[in-house]
């Protein structure tokens, strides 16, 4: 057998194993609760609406719908894409294109292909998406992180930052950011700092790259407009996914935003897939044009609202005294700051060991703070597991700061 | 708006548009019979089984076929695919693993993302696949070419290629070949040349990448083993598509080999896009289970044999004296090389206007030599079509030549 380690290039060492994905395989075949994944409730999935669109597209438009399509998407699907966007207050402008993509993971990717050089600077929320992070180390961007708070990142340490950053003969590309329902804290940033990002994007000449997978199903509030919507200079390339609002199976994300770029990540697509599955952006097209994407959404936004009102319930009654955490308006998760310094990474074994698990929160950070922090996904588990796994976890903790 | 270029990194020059998409553009809305594309017939999709399918996978088995999925692929569907594989002569040794793909482009695209480091060298077939050699450049590899004739790369040239190289101190770090049904040319390597070239892999301590779309529906004979099957020491890694044996529209492919390089792919596939499809890996396993696939291959088998037999008398009848040809035991290409130095790439536009388009043969060729050849595809257009265009392309050479 070859020795393969000297067929391996160089930068397979800046390829990171996601802890989220190598933790969940501890908890396979267990009798654990598991906080720590972020799958949709497939009890939101369309299946008999799906089942029968899958087949009426194959049937009726097979040739077209099992056959190649262009790298960008297929064009009739792009426009249909476009008009739900914007019946959801998603700005196009005249500028803007569309690209699909293989989820969204794969337009983060294609952005950083194409964006990001190696030692460019890009600012992130800390904490922020963990996959984001690794494929920005993974093209050996320099990435440059500031603090959220309850009301998202916090733009005026980001506008100091950008000052004495500028001073040190540092410019700054790009800024990525979940502002609506965070991953992995579910907090959404406010409107005054919505705003105060659009301006510093405009006066220090920078990109905004916004990740929206759960802008669509917000609980209570409407949710704060996108960047996207409130930009007027074509500095926003907008990131979207089927995965919450229909399914993830159908593997299919989009990026929206000035032609110039996606024309570029059009390019790149070439060599990376050639295309996404066009029987997935067929099925998509109708699912629109059915209302049942609009009925997914409607149907998430009622049962993740209820998981999340237990999941914080169950909190207020085991774990006031031993942590704070976040109150999401949307999205999958609460992040959970434990008021004592307990290693939240460390204890990760023993409260599987005890049947519960979670995401330390370590992973999300870029310099590896927020060791007593962790992220409890509230979307997936049943009502009973969110009851039962969150007093499993208040009583691992509650011994520790004993 | 601002001035996107200084966003753009570095390697976005190293990104090929690619020629042939280019090219396949001009022909859109005319009335131009084009031997341009590489597309399958979709009289081959077997439409009402895979719409039955897809309505009842997702209605059956929903949760899991509409949810995320594991990177490397769906547990089961590798099962499925790995006893397909077998059955089809292609060896899955007891280290081997599969890698589910976006396509057999994303297969290439990882592979040579783990595998390719800047200034490695890799040796491929001339002419060869445009879109290998596109993703070679995009990864700074330096790509050496060895002539392909009617049996194959000529393993004699490899050999004296390896040894001279050696001597200067380069050594190569694997060969990228298409052994059944070449893409361009059509050629089959000999069984004789599948045997020299797993040892000259051994030999140099090389890897190989067998690219295999169109090996599972050869025409007359059998196709000779790949080299997959032929190879005992684990240096193969080998690539393939449900493109072209079931449909396009779902985009799946796969790579199969060492599972020691699976894995490191299975790291790069989390950055790019998480994993391809869970819906079609479900389609894909029942048509496979179902005969479907099996179904699909016989029926393309047929269709494309007869197809290539018009295209090969048509060109007999009229361009005896223009060109010569290759005889492709299966795939979708035949590739002809002109008598005279007749520029095909200038050429194309003249025989768009008089309606017939092929690809300029240049494109897949490293150093851009091959100017008198094109390739000519016969798996999509229709027998009336086949044999108009190749008489108005005989026409259009005819009066080149006069």
Same mark, same amino acid.
């Given at each position: 057998?070859?020795?393969?380690?000297?067929?391996?290039?160089?930068?397979?060492s800046?390829?990171?194993? /996601? $802890?989220?994905?190598?933790?969940? &395989?501890?908890? $396979? %075949?267990?009798?654990?609760?598991?906080? =720590?994944?972020?799958?949709? !409730? +497939?009890?939101?999935?369309?299946? $008999?609406?799906?089942?029968?669109?899958?087949?009426?597209?194959?049937?009726r438009?097979g040739? &077209?719908?099992?056959?190649?399509?262009p790298?960008?998407?297929?064009?009739?699907?792009?426009?249909?894409?476009?008009?739900?966007?914007?019946?959801?207050?998603?700005?196009?402008?005249?500028?803007? !294109?569309v690209?699909?993509?293989?989820?969204?993971?794969?337009?983060?990717?294609?952005?950083? #292909?194409?964006?990001?050089?190696?030692?460019?600077?890009?600012?992130?929320?800390?904490?922020?998406y963990l996959?984001?992070?690794?494929?920005?180390?993974?093209?050996?961007?320099?990435?440059i992180?500031?603090?959220?708070?309850?009301? =998202?990142?916090?733009? !005026?340490?980001?506008?100091?930052k950008?000052?004495?950053?500028?001073?040190?003969?540092?410019?700054? &590309?790009?800024?990525?950011?979940? +502002?609506?329902?965070?991953?992995?804290? =579910?907090?959404?940033?406010?409107?005054?700092?919505?705003?105060?990002?659009?301006?510093?994007?405009?006066?220090?000449?920078?990109?905004?790259l916004?990740? !929206?997978?759960?802008?669509y199903?917000?609980?209570?509030?409407?949710?704060? +407009?996108?960047l996207?919507?409130?930009?007027?200079?074509?500095?926003?390339?907008?990131?979207g996914?089927?995965?919450?609002?229909?399914?993830?199976?159908?593997?299919?994300?989009?990026?929206?935003?000035?032609?110039?770029?996606i024309?570029?990540?059009?390019?790149?697509?070439?060599?990376?897939?050639?295309? /996404?599955?066009?029987?997935?952006?067929?099925?998509?097209?109708?699912?629109?044009?059915? %209302?049942?994407?609009?009925?997914?959404?409607?149907?998430?936004r009622?049962?993740?609202?209820?998981?999340?009102?237990?999941?914080?319930?169950?909190l $207020?009654d085991?774990?006031?005294?031993?942590?704070?955490?976040?109150?999401?308006?949307?999205?999958?998760?609460?992040?959970?700051?434990l008021?004592?310094?307990?290693?939240?990474?460390?204890?990760?074994?023993?409260?599987?060991?005890?049947?519960?698990?979670?995401?330390?929160?370590?992973?999300?950070?870029?310099?590896?703070? =927020? /060791?007593?922090?962790?992220?409890?996904?509230?979307?997936?588990?049943? +009502?009973?597991?969110?009851?039962?796994g969150i007093?499993? #976890?208040?009583?691992?903790?509650r011994? &520790?700061?004993?």
């Amino acid at each position: 057998m070859p020795v393969y380690e000297k067929f391996l290039a160089g930068r397979v060492s800046r390829l990171a194993a /996601s $802890e989220v994905r190598e933790l969940l &395989k501890l908890t $396979e %075949g267990k009798d654990v609760i598991s906080f =720590g994944g972020g799958l949709p !409730d +497939p009890s939101t999935f369309m299946k $008999e609406e799906l089942a029968e669109i899958a087949r009426d597209v194959i049937l009726r438009f097979g040739d &077209k719908a099992l056959q190649y399509a262009p790298t960008k998407g297929v064009l009739v699907f792009r426009e249909t894409l476009k008009g739900f966007l914007k019946a959801r207050d998603v700005k196009v402008s005249g500028d803007d !294109d569309v690209i699909v993509t293989t989820g969204s993971q794969e337009a983060l990717y294609l952005a950083s #292909l194409t964006l990001m050089g190696a030692r460019d600077v890009v600012i992130v929320e800390e904490p922020t998406y963990l996959a984001a992070l690794n494929v920005f180390k993974f093209f050996k961007t320099r990435v440059i992180p500031v603090d959220v708070d309850d009301n =998202g990142i916090k733009t !005026d340490v980001l506008e100091g930052k950008l000052k004495s950053l500028k001073s040190e003969g540092v410019n700054v &590309k790009l800024v990525y950011t979940i +502002p609506t329902a965070q991953n992995p804290t =579910g907090v959404t940033l406010s409107f005054e700092r919505r705003k105060h990002l659009i301006e510093l994007a405009s006066q220090h000449d920078l990109l905004l790259l916004e990740d !929206d997978p759960y802008g669509y199903f917000t609980f209570e509030v409407e949710r704060p +407009p996108p960047l996207k919507s409130m930009d007027s200079e074509g500095r926003v390339l907008y990131f979207g996914t089927f995965s919450k609002i229909m399914a993830p199976g159908f593997r299919l994300g989009w990026a929206l935003g000035p032609s110039r770029l996606i024309d570029v990540m059009e390019l790149a697509k070439q060599g990376v897939d050639l295309h /996404s599955s066009t029987l997935s952006q067929y099925i998509a097209m109708e699912a629109i044009k059915r %209302g049942v994407v609009d009925a997914t959404i409607e149907k998430a936004r009622h049962l993740y609202k209820a998981k999340r009102d237990i999941m914080l319930g169950e909190l $207020e009654d085991h774990m006031e005294d031993l942590a704070a955490w976040t109150k999401p308006l949307g999205g999958f998760f609460v992040f959970l700051t434990l008021k004592r310094a307990i290693d939240t990474k460390k204890l990760l074994p023993e409260a599987i060991e005890r049947g519960v698990a979670y995401v330390p929160g370590q992973a999300f950070y870029v310099m590896k703070n =927020g /060791s007593n922090t962790m992220r409890l996904n509230y979307s997936y588990p049943t +009502p009973d597991q969110i009851k039962t796994g969150i007093r499993r #976890l208040a009583s691992i903790i509650r011994d &520790k700061v004993m």
